[in-house]
């Protein structure tokens, strides 16, 4: 088992910055992808960045390249999420998973087995 926390969400205004941070614990973090997703009102989760187990290769969907940032302490146990210049879409719940590192597309849900509560993260125009 491996069990998430997320925390840092808040409201900002837009041209704002947050850090995100989601705390691991259970079994051995370093082998795991971790990803960070999203959930507007109304809409489906999608997929904001990810990382691999062993920090090597990030990912980010499009609306997000340029201005966040995902990194992960080992030593810690903790992935961060630096979210900068801010938008009113960015506003969001955002979650914290994990999955073991196999490789493949890390944008899916569906690949990750293991999640965090989620952080409100709301960015005011």
């Known amino acids: 088992q491996v069990q998430l926390v997320e925390s840092g969400g808040g409201l900002v205004q837009a041209g704002g910055s947050l850090r995100l941070s989601c705390a691991a614990s259970?079994?051995?973090?370093?082998?795991?992808?971790m990803g960070w997703f999203r959930q507007a009102p109304g809409k489906e989760r999608e997929f904001v960045a990810a990382?691999?187990?062993?920090?090597?290769?990030?990912y980010y969907t499009d609306s997000v390249k340029g201005r966040f940032t995902i990194s992960r302490d080992v030593a810690k146990n903790t992935v961060y999420l630096q979210m900068n210049s801010l938008k009113p879409e960015d506003t969001a719940v955002y979650y914290c998973a994990a999955r073991p590192d196999f490789g493949g597309n890390y944008h899916y849900p569906a690949t990750y087995g293991y999640w965090g509560q989620g952080t409100q993260v709301t960015v005011s125009s």
């Open positions: 990382i691999t187990w062993s920090g090597g290769s990030t």
């Open positions: 259970g079994r051995t973090f370093s082998r795991y992808a």
